[in-house]
């Protein structure tokens, strides 16, 4: 899975130095990136007990290779395999004239019910909700100052930018880009991208 989003990252030559957060006893990803090396990534085993932490120790491993305090930044999860070099470039070219930054996210389509244990409660309007994707982009410096602010619990980094007052752009992504959680999403990821390959393959038997 790891892999499938760096190949995504890499096909963009415009992008520069990518940092792979990792828990500190976690020496697998070091034996992937060896059989399969990724020139622009290193692996940093600085990953904490929440996303926060993680995301922080990814963007200090970034300063320490040289990245500066306005640069851009995205972050992703890397359980979101479907990733495509298409939509990375549509966020960057959506945000990086932008003040903020912003995030990959759909619409919700389905109507939205608050619960009351097993009951429906009440139902919610479904027109201005949006389902956060990644990548998510800001810049490094608003981005580590976000975090420090908002804690530990943040579950994205949008949100860590809102607690500042700050309103992320957001820019539309696409529905195979969801995140791989439940064992009956792994067939579905990996039809996803049988069928790119068996496409790839069909477009290169067609290439003059």
């Known amino acids: 899975m790891v892999l499938h989003t760096l190949r995504a990252f890499a096909a963009l030559p415009g992008l520069g130095q990518g940092v792979i957060v990792v828990a500190p006893n976690d020496s697998h990803m070091a034996e992937v990136m060896k059989q399969y090396p990724q020139d622009r990534f290193v692996i940093s085993a600085t990953g904490g007990a929440t996303r926060a932490q993680s995301v922080l120790a990814g963007l200090r491993a970034l300063q320490q290779h040289g990245v500066k305090d ?13 990733l495509t070099p298409a939509l990375i470039e549509k966020l960057w070219l959506a945000c990086q004239n932008d003040e903020v930054g912003g995030l990959l996210a759909l619409p919700v389509p389905d109507t939205l019910k608050i619960a009351d244990k097993d009951r429906v409660a009440s139902t919610l309007s479904r027109s201005d909700k949006w389902l956060a994707q990644t990548p998510q982009m800001f810049r490094h410096a608003a981005l580590t100052q976000a975090l420090l602010h908002a804690g530990d619990q943040v579950t994205d980094e ?45 477009t290169q038997e067609t290439t003059p």
């Open 158 to 202: 949008a949100s860590a930018i809102e607690a500042m007052g700050l309103q992320p752009k957001l820019v539309n992504a696409a529905a195979f880009n969801f995140k791989v959680t439940y064992p009956q999403d792994m067939p579905l990821a990996e039809a996803v991208l049988a069928s790119r390959f068996t496409a790839a393959e069909k």
């Open 70 to 82: 306005d640069e851009w930044v995205m972050v992703h999860d890397a359980a979101r395999c479907l």
